[in-house]
């Protein structure tokens, strides 16, 4: 009797941590579930956008980017999954200026049928960036102000100030993560502000497709040169060709350059015009694919720094 006494309490106990095992194992399960659908929803309209928040957020938050890389984003069409990763964002930055909201205003219709407001769940990144007007049409900003890393640093300033509203338990975390960044992308704009200066004034004509450059242009003391003004208008007319082969003509530039976003047609024209060659692609609209070079906004800034330094220097 005694040994059947023993026998069973052994059962009850074995029963009982099986039982405890599982139970522990679903609570760390649930737990793990829970931690996942905890993650920050974040949107972004485009891949730039996309790196710096990463940069910030990390693992904490899921990042969806609407305008895949290689895409202009001026115009777009977003597509049903857009639409439903809009709808369930806990926010959604976009660059403003201009940049989505003119054209087509795509953004705009998107964040009325995602039922999503400004300021409450949208929010432009480029706020508090002093805004550069165009040269064709002095009431509309230019938008492509990510192209000077101090403005670069003000976009991971105010992701960083929405991400810990949105979430204030990892709002440390996220401030960390954004101090370590920013230090970062200035050094890099530290050592930009003097890099072209060892180039004489008449060879620096930055000569792209798009007018994009005004930004770094002026953070960079390199003087602009361009096609066309904005990727939503006429590109590469014959009013725009003559005023851009005036402007080479002019200088003493060594090369031109074209975006990785446009089509090259219209340089090759330039440069068959002037006899100067297209020393490289350069990065405006769009990241790089993943695993190649300008993959990041920190890489895509030195690449572009780099191969228009050299460019324009021999």
């Known amino acids: ?3 059947i006494i023993i026998s069973l309490i052994a059962v009850i106990m074995l029963i009982g941590g099986v039982v405890l095992f599982v139970n522990q194992r679903s609570a760390k399960q649930s737990n793990s579930a829970e931690s996942k659908n905890d993650k920050l929803h974040v949107v972004v309209t485009n891949s730039i956008l996309e790196d710096m928040v990463k940069n910030i957020g990390k693992d904490r938050i899921d990042v969806y980017s609407i305008v895949r890389r290689g895409t202009d984003p001026h115009e777009y069409e977003p597509k ?3 639409i439903a990763a809009t709808t369930n964002a806990n926010a959604i930055f976009y660059n403003g200026l201009n940049l ?7 953004f705009n219709k998107l964040v009325k049928t995602a039922h999503k407001k400004f300021n409450r769940d949208v929010f432009a990144a480029s706020n508090g960036v002093k805004p550069l007007h165009l040269s064709t049409n002095k009431d509309e900003v230019d938008p492509h102000a990510w192209l000077s890393l101090a403005n670069g640093i003000q976009y991971v300033k105010t992701m960083t100030k929405v991400l810990k509203d949105k979430d204030p338990k990892n709002a440390a975390y996220y401030q960390k993560n954004a101090n370590a960044y920013i230090a970062k992308l200035s050094r890099l704009n530290q050592s930009a502000k003097s890099k072209f200066l060892d180039i004489p004034a008449k060879q620096r004509l930055l000569v792209t497709s798009e007018g994009a450059f005004k930004y770094f242009s002026k953070a960079y003391h390199v003087t602009p040169a361009y096609i066309w003004e904005i990727n939503t208008e006429s590109q590469g007319t014959p009013e725009q060709m003559k005023a851009v082969l005036a402007k080479i003509r002019k200088s003493d530039v060594k090369h031109l350059f074209v975006e ?4 090259p047609k219209a340089m090759d024209k330039v440069a068959s015009e002037t006899g100067l060659k297209i020393y490289s692609k350069i990065f405006t609209d769009s990241l790089a694919k993943k695993g190649h070079p300008g993959d990041t906004y920190y ?3 030195k690449w572009n720094l780099d191969k228009i330094h050299d460019g324009l220097a021999n």
């Not at 989505?100 to 795509?106: A, D, K, L, R, V």
């Not at 990785?260 to 089509?263: A, R, T």
Request: hydrophobic content about 25%; cysteine-free.
């Open 80 to 82: 049903p999954e857009d």
């Open 100 to 106: 989505e909201t003119g054209g087509n205003g795509w």
């Open 1 to 3: 009797m005694k040994r």
């Open 299 to 301: 890489s895509m800034m």
């Open 260 to 263: 990785s976003s446009v089509s």
